[in-house]
């Protein structure tokens, strides 16, 4: 019964509009014509009985007018009248015959007998009297009777009502044992099909329908059932491949959010903590790129089998994808036990592993997050570990980064900004100021260099070093170059009308534009527009960007030099610092980054290596440029050591252009220190 | 009436007693012992007269009559035939009628009894006739029967309506006579006979026509009855009623009453005839509404009586025949007074019935004509009171 019950349940829910509609449509199309045949099969019944009737009934009185006329012949010849009255009345018991009379020879009523007023149709019968004896044969008179059908009619109308309410109970009786016979033989098996249907796409799971007729829908379930078996096995795999990395057989990222969900729900209390480990690999493209994709998978299978075994049964391990693994453990005591185990963990990752008989020692970043069970936003804990293992990964790699406070906020501010750059570009947020290269020896400004600031609405003036990585990753590059392009052609424009056209502009070029081969003519175009010279600009890369796109790069480069572009080397000394750099690319420019510059006069090694420096520009014949000079011992320092140009406070905050073009009236005055009101947030960018 | 018949019971056996003393014939032994059953009711004129002439006849011819009523019921009429052959002193003769041919078994039972039986009025008919063959052959007690020749009766009336008619020119507008028939009924021989003597007459007679034949159960209302609707219908088909056949004298009268009332005049528009000599009949011949009475039949009574004598004597009737048929007679206006007495007082021993016995060597040979009837009677004075 239980069972029955729970079949039933959700075809009520389900089935009914579609076994219902099934149904009454069978009814609808057979109930009509059923009811059309009977009532036309009994009207034709009873018409045929109607009319056999009337004949019976007419011949029946012909009959009775014939015997009676036998019967009445003798006392009509004989004229004994009282005769042929008490014959006649006789006939006047039959209810159907209205009225009788006997006429004789000369045609006078011999006997009339009227039973009831004829008011209903009367039809008539007559018949000769014939008198015959051994002697004669004579027509005595003729009698005549009227009758009528009045019974037929009521007979035949209770027959027709009979018929009818049969006909109709008939009807009815069919259409309850349709119905019936229909749920029992088509909406059932139809609702236990649909239920299971029902059932399958609530949970995902193949339900067999419940059907144990042998008739066309047994078949049909069995069928049904055999599909559902063979679906269920599908989707049972299917479901495994959705949730599960067919790699290490980790749960993958779809099982990450649907286990967020039940984390809360399994917790003890709400209180309890939970620590969300966010793990990435260090330089897994390394050891891709080393040993091929066959060993990085080996790798990986390698760091998940240490996962697994570095847990406790509780704890859940997945596989996001690539590099990326996830631990979350459901309950710790604080914080400090969650960054114990991270550590733990790391440890675990770190152990060497040989691949291609070498020995690889793993390195992996972990961003630590721990959250209340209760915490409504649980469902945010990759996120927030993300935010943990982006700072580690900038920060520290090879380290546990716990989410806090700061970082939430730091990851905040970089999200707001990172949205705002749509708006940034066409509300014309960013700004590009300018900063004076200045001849040391002569203290003359021989060169701006343009650098890009952020005016932005809520956080105020932004420098470069926060948000040129966002707009890297959201591919703003190019435009961001063009922008400053062209606001650094407009600048030289305006230095040329202000007659200064012996000061050039520096600009830097990101590594993305370095590869592209489009930029020089983009340039020539842009300088053509704006009617300055190519070689007013100065194009300053980085040797990252070098290295990257050697052959590219170098194409570009002699193509922006052709067009009589300055090339200049940006940050000098803190990346590569590749002497064969220096030789193999078209440069003309070197800028020792300011880490050299800052500890002079101070520290004589950092004045030795500027001196080093010094003498290879010297001898390759490239100008050298001195970045973040504070105090003029500084400026006095690089003079000495032969450093053409210098670069930074000491002489000029980056300003913008009306600012710079202001300062530079002034200059051409005595020498005075007119520094930029502008806050030095930011270094400078190269 | 009853006082009346025993009045004459009284006289005839003080008759009885002087015949043999003053009787032609002289009986040898013993008056013959005669039982009649009669099948009529009493007061039914035509056989209580039966009965009248019967014992007149036996007071003059030394015989004595035992007269049982059997009412009309046939029934009654067998168990008191068988009663009187179980009697240990059974009679010498059994006089029956075959009305309703009832007579039979009664006549198989006095052959077992040695009983000589003759049939009066009503003889053997259809099967009974053939299966039993002629009298004194299979039923050797069985010795003849005295019947009347009702249907010469039939034609006499018709003829005497076709006479008056012709003579009267009563011819209707297609020329013809017209003239309803009355019978009494369609079975009993007595009726069908004279029925067929009036078919006879209009056959014979090819300007008469019988319109209709109808049946009035011997009565006088229904012969009114059928005599008016026959009446109605003539005067719808334009037809001129001549003459009314009436198989006896109560439906003659019905007729008569029939007529007057359809505002008619019997005797005078129409004739009508009627049968059996009733006192009232003779009194409509007197007013002459009636055109004649036949009849006379009554007299087998007196007759059988006859026969019987001369029987019992050694003069059998069957020397003859054993069939003995007597003719009727018509009294009209011409004879009416000689025989109106007669009837009216039923004096019938005014009748000298010695006169009617057979001659020697003639035996079987009779003559009951009304002449000699009239002739026989003796003269009123002296003989009844």
Known sequence: MRNGDDMSNPDRKAAPSRSRSVVRAMIWATVPVLLVVQLLASAGVEVSSFWSQIKQLDARIARVAESRAELIAEPLWKMRYDQVTSVLNEIMHDETIAAAAVYDDTGVAIARVVARPADQAVSEVSRPIGYRNGNIAVEAGRIVIAYSYATVYADTGSQLMLLLVVGLLATLATVVAMRISANIFIGRPLAAITSAIQRSKQDGRAYPADIKSSNEFGQLAQAFNAMQHTTSGALDRLGHMASHDPLTGLPNRRSLSEH???????????????????????????????????????????????????????????????????????????EATAQAFARQLLDAISEPIRLHDKQVVPRASIGLAVRRAGDPELSHLPALADIALYHAKSKAPGTVAVLDEALQRDYRRRRDLELAIPAGFTEGQFEVWYQSQVDLESQAVVGLEALIRWRHPEHGIIGPGEFLPLIERSGNNARL?????????????????????????????PPSELADHSFAAELRATCARFDVAPSSLELEITEGSLINNIASASETLHRLRRLGATIALDDFGTGYSSLAHLRRFPLDKVKIDKAFISEIPGSAEDKAIVGVIASLAGTLGLTLVAEGIE?????????????????????????????????????????SRVLADSPSIAPEFA | MTVFLRILLVVGMACGVFTPIGGAVASDAKPLNIVFVNPGKTGEVYWDMVAQTMQAAALELDAHVEVLTSERNYRIMQELGLGVLARSDKPDFLILSNEEAAAVPVLEA????????????????????????????????????????????????????????????????????????????????????????????????????????????????????????????????????????????????????????????????????????????????????????????????????????????????????????????????????????????????????????????????????????????????????
Not at chain 1, 487 to 498: E, F, K, P, V, Y
Not at chain 2, 208 to 221: C, E, H, K
Not at chain 2, 256 to 272: E, F
Not at chain 2, 288 to 315: E, K, M, N, P
């Open chain 1, 260 to 334: 967020l969900v039940t984390l809360s729900h399994d917790a003890g209390s709400p209180d309890s903590l939970i620590a969300f480990c966010f793990i990435d690999l260090d330089d897994f493209k390394g050891i891709n790129d080393t040993f091929g994709h066959d060993s990085g998978d080996k790798f990986l299978v390698h760091i998940s089998e240490r996962l697994r075994a570095a847990v406790e049964p509780q704890d859940w391990v997945a596989r996001l994808g690539g590099d990326e693994f996830v631990v979350i453990r459901p309950e710790v005591s604080n």
């Open chain 2, 110 to 385: 006095a052959e077992a009894a040695g009983v000589k039986t003759l049939l009066l009025s009503n003889t053997l008919i259809g099967e009974d006739a053939a299966r039993l063959g002629p009298p004194r052959q299979k039923l050797k007690t069985w010795l003849g029967d005295i019947t009347t020749d009702l249907q010469t009766a039939g034609v006499r009336m018709a003829n005497a309506l076709i006479r008056t008619a012709r003579a009267e020119k009563w011819q209707s507008p297609d020329g013809k006579i017209h003239i309803l028939g009355i019978g009494g009924d369609e079975i009993t021989p007595a009726s069908i006979a004279r029925n067929a003597g009036l078919k006879l007459a209009a056959d014979a007679a090819s300007d008469v026509v019988v319109d209709r034949m109808l049946f009035a159960n011997w009565t006088q209302s229904e012969a009114e009855q059928v005599t008016t609707n026959y009446l109605s219908w003539a005067s719808r088909k334009g037809i001129r009623p001549a003459g009314v056949w009436a198989g006896n004298d109560p439906m003659a009268l019905g007729a008569i009453k029939a007529i007057s009332t359809a505002g008619l005049v019997p005797g005078q528009d129409i004739q009508v005839v009627g049968l059996n000599w009733s006192e009232d009949a003779l009194r409509a011949i007197k007013a002459g509404r009636l055109l004649l009475t036949d009849g006379g039949h009554f007299l087998l009574g007196g007759w059988s009586i006859v026969l019987l004598r001369d029987y019992a004597d050694g003069c059998d009737f069957a020397a003859t025949s054993p069939h003995v048929e007597v003719k009727t007679s018509a009294i009209t206006r011409a004879n009416l007074a000689s025989v109106s007495d007669l009837i009216r007082t039923r004096a019938f021993e005014r009748i000298d019935f010695t006169r009617f016995r057979a001659r020697a060597g003639r035996c079987g040979q009779y003559d009951f004509s009304i002449n000699a009837l009239i002739s026989s009677l003796a003269p009123l004075e002296g003989t009844a009171d």
């Open chain 1, 481 to 509: 170059t063009r922008y400053v392009l062209t606001d650094a052609c407009r600048a030289l424009q305006r230095l040329m009308a202000a007659g200064k056209p012996q000061i050039r502009i520096a600009i830097n070029l």
């Open chain 1, 631 to 671: 105090q003029a011992e500084q400026a006095e320092a690089m003079r000495e050591m032969g450093v053409m140009l210098g670069q930074g406070f000491h002489y000029h905050r980056p300003q913008p252009l009306d600012a710079v073009l202001q300062w530079l009236e002034t200059q051409a005055a005595p020498e």
